[in-house]
Structure formats: structure tokens, C-alpha cells
């Protein structure tokens, strides 16, 4: 959506409003990952009505556009709305010189319910696993499995879904995932770390004020202030494969909220790459923007690997509301 900004939350806003089961994510991860730009995300210079450069909104971070990149950007406000709303991973291909095949470098996993029980997977079937949220996406198989949950007492959530814990009450993150021995690359992966991000969930803001006739300012509001970084995990924090699991190599990091008392979403991040590499990654670990157009190519895109998952929600039941 960033490429060329094209596209303001405001549009999407509209869309999600119009037609939430059709307008229900965005490709937060791009096609043309070793094109020289990488993501063909090459135009510009743009600027804004007073004249600055705003350029950089429409470039790429780690291969990913700004408004996934971003933490407290336009995709943590639209979860900060409650909105259902999820990112996905495109292939788009022209030419082998510039692009990877569809799904060598970038993938959507998708969890998909045969729910005819034919033995097959249907178009609509599949469409209803995008649709459920319960889905993540990755670069160069950085990861080949994951499992997201959000869990109060006996009821669990996953990716997509939404959790109703008592207030006051903890809530337990499990994050469960596995890299494959080798990508496509024929190179050995490792996630270096895990970030679980969250922030406070505070109502759709309305296109209109009380009076019904004056646009709202916060409408066009992009960012969500309480975003942040929860926790991060490294090897020394996530467990080894239980026994019967071993061969599969899943690894498993819990995480407590000892009291939960606003309605919040959670999602996450994983990438290859450390704190503070150089061209790469900030003192936070957050992605830097891509390297100038025209220096991108398949090497460089293999050494920074990121994944992002779906949200999951927790929803505080209060005294009045339980049940």
C-alpha cells in the first residue's frame, strides 16, 4: 500500500468499512524481493502539501512496506481499532533476472479447514483461512512453522482470534515455531530473535464527529502510541523440542501477563539479523530502510529474513460483561 502512497489509512479505513470480508488485509510483504530495488519500491522523490520529502513512507524496511515495518504505524492503528484487518506476502513475478519464483523467497502460511471433508481444498476453503486471520508470513523460510496463542484460565485463543479474559486475570503468550535445515538458498537459517508485540485496543474511530456532517480529524490518524515491544526472546529464553517432538525441531517460549487490564492485540516479529547491523537493523532491532535503489540483488535479500504474524486479541470482561 506504501508503494508510491498510493494509499492513505483513511482509503483503507473506507474499504475495511464498505466490506470487511472482502477488503480484509494488505501485502505487507511485497513481491520483487531481489529486484534492485528491492520491492520495486523505487519512486519518488514524493512530498507532502507544505513540501517536505516523504520519500522514505514509500520505501521498503527489511523487504517489508512501512506500514507493517513500523511498530506504532498505520497497521497498529487499525488494530488498535479492533479491526480484523491482516497482512499478507506477495511473489509477484516478471522475470527470473528480477524476481524469485512465486514462493521460493516469500510465503503465506495459511491455516485452512477442509470444511466439506472432501479430501481438498477449496478456493472458498482457503479464502476462509485468509479471511480467519490465522496466518503468517516469511521470508527465505526463515521459519516453516508457527503457532501463536493467547490463553486465560481453560480458554485459548490463536492468530486471528480473540480471547475474553476476566480483568485483572494473567494471560499466557506461547509462541511454537520451527525452521527448516535449509532454505531455498541451500543456506542454514536461524532466527536470532522474537519480538511480541502489543498494543491497547481502543475503538473504530468514526469518519464523522458527534454532529454527523464534520469529518474527524483522527480518521487520517496513522500511528497508535501504545504500540510497543513486550518482550523479546532469544535462544537462551525458548525451550528445546519436547521427545516425541524432536525430529520435527519445534521451539517454544512462554510468556506471562500477570494482569490483564485493557483490551489489547499481540503479534509478532522474527529476523536473522541482531541489534544495531550496520545498513540492517537500529539499536531496537527495528528494520532499517532498504538500501538506495539499484543495490539490491539475491545475496542481500537472503541475509535479512524477517517474519510477521497475525494478531490475536484479548478482550477484558469486567463484572457487567462476563458471559
Known amino acids: 500500500p506504501s508503494r508510491q502512497l498510493g494509499y492513505s489509512i483513511s482509503d483503507i479505513r473506507d474499504l475495511n468499512n464498505a466490506a470487511p470480508h472482502i477488503a480484509f488485509g494488505f501485502e505487507g510483504l511485497p513481491g520483487h524481493q531481489k529486484a534492485p530495488a528491492r520491492g520495486n519500491y523505487d519512486q519518488g522523490p514524493f512530498r507532502d502539501a507544505v513540501g517536505n520529502d516523504i520519500t522514505d513512507r514509500a520505501r521498503t524496511y527489511g523487504g517489508a512496506d512501512l506500514m507493517l515495518a513500523k511498530i506504532g504505524g498505520a497497521w497498529d492503528a487499525l488494530l488498535g481499532e479492533g479491526r480484523h484487518f491482516y497482512t499478507f506476502a506477495n511473489s509477484d513475478f516478471h522475470n527470473p533476472e528480477n524476481d524469485f519464483w512465486p514462493g521460493e523467497y516469500t510465503k503465506n502460511h495459511t491455516f485452512v479447514r477442509d470444511t466439506n471433508r472432501d479430501g481438498k481444498y477449496s478456493q472458498l476453503e482457503l479464502l476462509e483461512g485468509m479471511r480467519s486471520g490465522n496466518s503468517f508470513i516469511v521470508h527465505g523460510d526463515l521459519i516453516s512453522g508457527l503457532r501463536f496463542t493467547a490463553q486465560s484460565r481453560k480458554k485459548k485463543a490463536e492468530m486471528g482470534d480473540t480471547l475474553h479474559a476476566p480483568a485483572g486475570s494473567e494471560v499466557t503468550i506461547t ?149
Open 175 to 323: 509462541i511454537s515455531f520451527k525452521s527448516p535445515p535449509q532454505n531455498n538458498h541451500g543456506e542454514t537459517v536461524a532466527v536470532d530473535h522474537i519480538d511480541l508485540l502489543g498494543g491497547e485496543i481502543s475503538g473504530e474511530v468514526p469518519r464523522l464527529l458527534a454532529d454527523g456532517k464534520t469529518p474527524n480529524p483522527g480518521y487520517d490518524n496513522d500511528t497508535n502510541e501504545t504500540t510497543r515491544v513486550i518482550a523479546s526472546f532469544t535462544a537462551k529464553d525458548w525451550q528445546p523440542p519436547k521427545k516425541a517432538d524432536k525430529n520435527n525441531g519445534w521451539r517454544t517460549v512462554t510468556f506471562r501477563l500477570p494482569q490483564i487490564s485493557h483490551d489489547m492485540y499481540f503479534r509478532l516479529r522474527g529476523t536473522n539479523l541482531g541489534c544495531g547491523v550496520q545498513g540492517k537493523t537500529d539499536g531496537a532491532c527495528n528494520p532499517l530502510i532498504d538500501e538506495d535503489p539499484g543495490s539490491n540483488n539475491q545475496d542481500k535479500a537472503y541475509a535479512d529474513l524477517w517474519f510477521y504474524s497475525n494478531p490475536l486479541f484479548v478482550r477484558v470482561m469486567t463484572t457487567g460483561n462476563r458471559g
